[in-house]
């Protein structure tokens, strides 16, 4: 499976954007989603996630609120809105996918997916 994450640039503090990961696999459906994102410096932390035919999702502490995920299994492709940016959230977003037998539950740590996307910058100016 191929994902490619687009939707990051540069804005201001208390903008929108939203990101898109669009994947390769012919059963999307059974692929549990993620978001992560990894600041300079930084190990890469979970964002939010979504389990493999929507309905569930989490989202960390950090975004909730102001973080959406969501997925359109017709396009085969994951979302992530974000609303009220920070210059905290400035960091490569990497959208993540589980190929493997999956719940219907979301999966939050790294070493719960299998492939990953090249990243998308997104960068909050103050």
């Known amino acids: 499976v191929q994902l490619q994450a687009s939707g990051g640039g540069l804005v201001q503090a208390g903008d929108s954007l939203r990101l898109s990961c669009a994947t390769s696999?012919?059963?999307?459906?059974?692929?549990?989603m993620g978001w992560f994102r990894q600041a300079p410096g930084k190990e890469r932390e979970f964002v939010a996630a979504?389990?493999?035919?929507?309905?569930?999702?989490s989202s960390a502490d950090s975004v909730k609120g102001r973080f959406t995920i969501s997925r359109d299994n017709a396009k085969s492709t994951v979302y992530l809105q974000m609303n009220s940016l920070k210059p905290e959230d400035t960091a490569v977003y990497y959208c993540?996918?589980?190929?493997?037998?999956?719940?219907?539950?979301?999966?939050?740590?790294?070493?719960?997916?299998?492939?990953w996307g090249q990243g998308t910058l997104v960068t909050v100016s103050s």
């Open positions: 993540a996918v589980r190929t493997y037998y999956s719940g219907s539950v979301v999966y939050t740590t790294t070493n719960q997916y299998d492939s």
């Open positions: 696999g012919r059963t999307f459906t059974n692929y549990a």
């Open positions: 979504i389990a493999k035919r929507g309905g569930t999702t």
